[in-house]
């Protein structure tokens, strides 16, 4: 991210969203101003607040993708929340804060699997030790010698208790551990040992099964009313909290070779890195880079003035101010300040304007921008343009079963115009237009796919006006099925 531009930045983001030029430019503009206050001094860096940014434009538009798209250019803790969710909390949306709390548990996630990433090479290695010492041949000898020799100990310390005395000294027989032979045996064993490594590393033992001890982790999580508000805690929380109390338990189970090697090798990542460190450095992700994409804020847009849900709104929305303008958050992590934490509100706006907002939350938001509405010429790019181009995704899924699907040029135009009018005449969703449509035209040949005896199938500007021209013609039956 710090060797991306802004026109790089929009680059980037043409490759997965088609248009919405000005929403593209201002947030590189706003990524790339956080690497710019990191190059500040220290005595001015935390005085530059982050400009957050208020889209505005009908659903289906890409608000939300671009959002998602710069966390991933950043590496960046991104969450999405519905500013409509905590009118259902209360009247005053009280569990503003969890936003903060989800922001922490993703920056803790993300950090967590970088840091095992790096340490996965020696995690593999242990695991493999680990496997090796379930399946080599056992040394009977060695394993004797050692009870014998846990027998004379006892006997010695113990004796006098029960025999009044020590055992007498008797010549020792000669031990097979003492055999000159020993050392060849310990040479032969070290190459089985290397041997099983070396299966076990290459999978010619996966399917072999090994019993292995599984640390009952993933336990179901509660909620709990805390001063902060409603919050999930999971039971290894309240194992850490509580300590000896509630031991983790450990489960015997039966796997073969590969999935042991998998999860050994998870549980052996998890006890190489440093947790305190890895807390550490995502709570600063979240603080310094973090993103909260607030959706759905024309929702809440509105004064007091009435009875009933709306009453809540203003309510909510003053809830939300403190978090935006800058405040400290309690996480199970430890505490997360939000000052430098970049906000991306968006909604349609359809019905309220965003001047409905509450002044203090306006100015929260200075870098309002308006997304366009997706046109014919737009819903053909979004076909074939994009890397996750739907055109493309449904190419590949049906090519797995060996189906060679081809689109013409006019089956795309004629898809793309089918989409603008279903817009037009019902509820203007977008591009999510894009996706009904498709699954109608090709939720024949999706079915059939298993069984088709037909390799190659073309669809052409005829096979798309036979499936759907009669659905888009009666507008009932559209507004049902598109």
Not at 69 to 92: C, D, H, S
Not at 287 to 311: N, T
Not at 467 to 474: A, D, F, M, Q, Y
Request: net charge negative; with cysteine; charged share 30%.
């Amino acid at each position: 991210m710090n060797d991306l531009t802004p026109s790089e930045i929009v680059a980037e983001l043409d490759k997965y969203i088609v248009g919405q030029s000005k929403a593209k430019r201002s947030v590189a503009i706003a990524l790339r101003n956080r690497y710019r206050r990191r190059m500040l001094g220290d005595d001015l860096r935390d005085e530059v607040i982050p400009k957050n940014i208020l889209m505005i434009g009908p659903t289906g538009v890409g608000k939300t993708e671009i959002a998602r798209r710069l966390a991933n250019l950043a590496r960046a803790p991104f969450i999405k929340i519905e500013a409509t969710k905590f009118t259902e909390v209360g009247y005053v949306g009280r569990d503003v804060d969890s936003m903060v709390r989800d922001l922490a548990q993703v920056a803790v996630r993300m950090v967590e699997s970088e840091k095992i990433s790096e340490v996965t090479e020696e995690a593999e290695e242990r695991a493999v030790e680990r496997i090796v010492d379930m399946i080599q041949p056992a040394r009977r000898r060695r394993r004797k010698s050692e009870q014998r020799d846990s027998a004379e100990v006892i006997r010695q310390t113990f004796g006098s208790l029960f025999g009044g005395g020590p055992a007498p000294q008797q010549p020792e027989p000669q031990d097979e551990e003492e055999n000159p032979d020993d050392a060849r045996e310990r040479e032969r064993e070290a190459r089985i040992r290397v041997k099983l490594k070396q299966q076990v590393r290459s999978g010619v033992k996966d399917a072999e099964k090994v019993e292995i001890e599984v640390e009952q982790s993933g336990m179901q999580s509660i909620s709990i009313f805390s001063p902060q508000g409603m919050e999930e805690i999971g039971m290894g929380d309240l194992q850490n909290a509580f300590g000896s109390m509630m031991n983790r338990g450990k489960k015997q189970r039966s796997v073969t070779i590969a999935e042991a090697r998998q999860i050994l090798t998870q549980e052996e990542a998890r006890g190489l890195i440093d947790h305190d460190a890895v807390i550490r450095e995502a709570i600063d992700r979240a603080e310094q880079s973090g993103i909260i994409f607030v959706d759905e804020l024309d929702k809440i847009a509105g004064r007091e003035g009435g009875h009933g849900p709306d009453v809540s709104r203003e309510g909510v929305q003053r809830d939300i101010l403190p978090i935006i303008e800058g405040s400290t958050v309690a996480t199970k992590y430890g505490p997360v300040r939000t000052n430098h934490v970049l906000f991306i509100a968006a909604g349609a706006f359809h019905v309220s304007k965003p001047s409905d907002l509450i002044p203090e939350l306006q100015g929260r938001l200075p870098i309002r921008v308006e997304l366009e509405n997706l046109t014919e010429a737009d819903f053909k790019r979004i076909l074939t343009e994009p890397k996750n181009a739907l055109i493309r995704q449904y190419t590949a899924l049906l090519a797995t079963e060996g189906v060679c699907l081809e689109f013409s040029e006019d089956s795309i135009a004629e898809i793309s115009s089918i989409a603008a009018r279903v817009n037009q005449q019902s509820e203007n969703i977008g591009a999510r237009r894009l996706h009904t449509v498709l699954e109608r035209l090709l939720e024949d040949i999706s079915f059939e796919a298993p069984d088709q005896c037909q390799n190659d199938i073309r669809i052409d500007g005829a096979y798309v006006r036979a499936k759907l021209e009669s659905i888009v013609t009666n507008e009932d039956l559209s507004r049902y099925i598109l």
